[in-house]
């Protein structure tokens, strides 16, 4: 089982840049896929990204391509969700999640954090 944290969010201009975080605990990320999904309100939970066990592959949903990018800290733990060039149609709720399956459906993964907030204005 293994736990996470997320950190990072808060309210940017458009155009601008965070990092978040997701520090795990209990057995280590890179026994999984780790992924990042975001929800805004009034709508569905969407994949942004995810990277493999190893960190040998990424995928990201088109909105972010160019912009986003998934990386991990196997010393610390840690996986990172850096955005660039941030939009207010990026404002949501960010998770991070670990499973089993290189996916983009949230079903295939096991273990959940509790969120970010990300808020981009105009």
């Known amino acids: 089982q293994v736990q996470l944290v997320e950190s990072g969010g808060g309210l940017v201009q458009g155009g601008g840049s965070l990092r978040l975080s997701c520090a795990a605990s209990?057995?280590?990320?890179?026994?999984?896929?780790m992924g990042w999904f975001r929800q805004a309100p009034g709508k569905e939970r969407e994949f942004v990204a995810y990277?493999?066990?190893?960190?040998?592959?990424?995928e990201y949903v088109d909105s972010v391509k160019g912009r986003f990018r998934i990386s991990g800290d196997n010393a610390k733990n840690t996986v990172y969700l850096q955005m660039n060039n941030l939009r207010p149609e990026d404002t949501a709720v960010y998770y991070c999640?670990?499973?089993?399956?290189?996916?983009?459906?949230?079903?295939?993964?096991?273990?959940w954090g509790q969120g970010t907030q990300v808020t981009v204005s105009s």
């Open positions: 999640a670990a499973g089993w399956q290189r996916a983009t459906d949230p079903e295939n993964y096991n273990y």
């Open positions: 990277i493999s066990r190893g960190g040998t592959w990424t």
């Open positions: 209990g057995r280590t990320f890179s026994n999984y896929v």
